[in-house]
């Protein structure tokens, strides 16, 4: 597969106003763009560092994975994305290779990337995405 560089980390945070400023006035990184992903009940904050980004995932409901993985885990880092190219080849590959997948076909993200999930039981315990732009 064709992987280009770790697009970003997400982690989750229980709060995005209070998280923001340790990025901001601590790493003196900027927040460029706040987005709702209604479909993943999280709101997400960006920041960029080189190619990579900092994405804080902020739950929006308690039903949101983010939530569960706060009330088991506490905040922290929440998955690894990389960029690829040809996603569906990707996710093709690692599935004959034995990986099990979480999204079989890739989905909408936020910030116009097609998206999708491969399961921690699979990755030694590392959420991993794959993502390409839209
Ligand atoms: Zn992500």
Do not use: W
Request: charged fraction near 30%; glycine fraction near 8%; include cysteine.
């Amino acid at each position: 597969m064709n992987l280009s560089h770790i697009e970003h980390l997400g982690i989750a945070v229980r709060n995005l106003q209070e998280a923001i400023p340790y990025y901001e006035n601590v790493l003196g990184l900027k927040c460029y763009n706040i987005e709702e992903v209604a479909d993943q009940k999280v709101r997400t904050a960006f920041f960029k560092l080189g190619d990579t980004k900092i994405e804080l995932l902020e739950p929006t409901s308690e039903e949101s994975t983010i939530a569960k993985f706060i009330e088991n885990r506490g905040e922290g880092v929440h998955h690894i994305a990389f960029a690829v190219r040809g996603i569906e080849q990707a996710l093709a590959e690692a599935e004959e290779k034995g990986v099990r997948l979480i999204d079989k076909t890739p989905r909408a993200g936020a910030e116009g990337m097609t998206i999708a999930f491969l399961h921690p039981k699979s990755t030694q315990g590392v959420l991993t995405e794959f993502c390409e732009k839209r």
